[in-house]
């Protein structure tokens, strides 16, 4: 199966922008369909963004819309997360996972990165 490691998360202040990274070994994500989650504290995993196959469609979380841009650069089987406007509330987990098909529902999607941390000041 593929294997994903995230990275790019970290502190920053309300209105700031970060660039996560999701790099895959073993299988090109050409074939799947990769997803972005995320997971604060006490709350359930939410679906982010989603990129299908070689990123010629990509679909969001309404919430996500217009903030959030997902994309990926084939050459380095590696998916990205821009994300602008960074606000308080977004502050989780950030996750990378592949599914088989385009879904939102974090069911779907079998292989799964470590995470990595973003949190947003006030």
């Known amino acids: 199966q593929v294997q994903l490691v995230e990275s790019g998360g970290g502190l920053v202040q309300a209105g700031g922008s970060l660039r996560l990274s999701c790099a895959a070994s073993g299988r090109t994500l050409n074939n799947y369909v990769t997803g972005w989650f995320r997971q604060a504290p006490g709350k359930e995993r939410e679906f982010v963004a989603g990129?299908?196959?070689?990123?010629?469609?990509?679909y969001y979380a309404d919430s996500m819309k217009g903030r959030f841009t997902i994309s990926k650069d084939n050459a380095k089987n590696t998916v990205y997360l821009q994300m602008n406007s960074l606000e308080p509330e977004d502050t989780a987990l950030y996750y990378c996972?592949?599914?088989?098909?385009?879904?939102?529902?974090?069911?779907?999607?079998?292989?799964w990165g470590q995470g990595t941390q973003v949190t947003v000041s006030s």
């Open positions: 990129i299908i196959g070689s990123g010629g469609s990509t």
């Open positions: 996972a592949s599914s088989a098909w385009a879904s939102r529902s974090a069911a779907d999607f079998r292989s």
